[in-house]
């Protein structure tokens, strides 16, 4: 009898060992990251974000939770965040119109450095959403996908789908993303239909 071949499960690991670097070069150090992520078939279960000029340390295990890096868990906060929405100010690209057409005056749009940095303003409760128009490297999101993941969210592109970390696709995401710790995609649902008219 013919042996079955048994798909094996792939892990993968992502790094990011200077997140905001431009920030970092013009002193900007309250953005600066360091980050990890393990994903599995493709999926991040694990990330840590690490803010080495602020000594702040985030962990995230999905299915398991997030927690600090003294021991304190970090709890999924369901009372509505602080009314802003994080975007790059490097790499703007044309987010920050989306933000004002699809919620007009509701939201402060803050621009910020790095990734790691405006993942952890989603877990800290101090930002809402979390909004990119142009495109991203993988290892620039993969921790932080993990751990808004291990807090109940997710991180999609701008066509709605989870971000594929799967080794063996292209490393950038050219379709931008979208995310917060809750409701991912009614969020997603608001801005979809506003994307054509900004080009994307």
Sequence with gaps: MPSRKVPLNRLAFWVDPLDATQEFTEGLLEYVTVMTCVTLDGKPIFGA???PFQNETIFGLVGWGAMKADGELIKHDTSPANKHIVVSRSHAG???????IVFPGEYTVEPAGGSGYKTLRLVNHTAELYMHTTKIKKWDTCAGDAIIRSLGGLMLDLDGRPIDYSPELDVVNHRGLIASVASPYTYY????DHLSSIGL
């Design 189 to 192: 649902a608001k801005v979809k």
């Design 94 to 100: 044309k987010v920050e119109e989306l933000a004002k």
């Design 49 to 51: 974000i690490y803010r």
